[in-house]
């Protein structure tokens, strides 16, 4: 199982940015679909971005579209969440999330995922 570990959140005034990173332990992590969720005060946990294995292909939320960017450095066992022009809708937590490719799996849904980490604070003021 992949261990997760996030950071970089912070509080940021609006229109600023952040990235955060999450740090994966394990055997396998470069096969791993890697997910960002959040879940803001008084809302469920939702989707934010996903990287696939292999191919690095992308999903977003239509919500971040043109704003945040999600990466993966499997030589360094990371993925990252770039936050540009952030909002203060985008306050969080937010988490990684990982698991083994499924190509029937839901991308977005949280219940997909086995793997998660302990979720790093993200602060937008207005």
């Excluded at 971005?49 to 239509?62: G, Q």
């Excluded at 952030?86 to 793997?115: F, G, Q, W």
Aim: proline residues 2%; contains cysteine.
């Amino acid at each position: 199982q992949a261990q997760l570990v996030e950071s970089g959140g912070g509080l940021v005034q609006a229109g600023g940015s952040l990235r955060l990173s999450c740090a994966a332990s394990g055997r396998t992590f470069s096969s791993y679909t890697m997910a960002w969720f959040r879940q803001g005060p008084g809302k469920e946990r939702e989707f934010v971005a996903a990287i696939l294995w292999s191919t690095s292909y992308t999903y977003y939320a239509d919500s971040v579209k043109g704003r945040f960017t999600i990466s993966r450095d499997n030589a360094k066992n990371t993925a990252y969440l770039q936050m540009n022009s952030l909002k203060p809708e985008d306050t969080a937590v937010y988490y990684c999330a990982a698991r083994s490719p499924n190509s029937r799996m839901v991308i977005s849904a949280h219940t997909e995922y086995a793997n998660w980490g302990q979720g790093t604070q993200v602060t937008v003021s207005g």
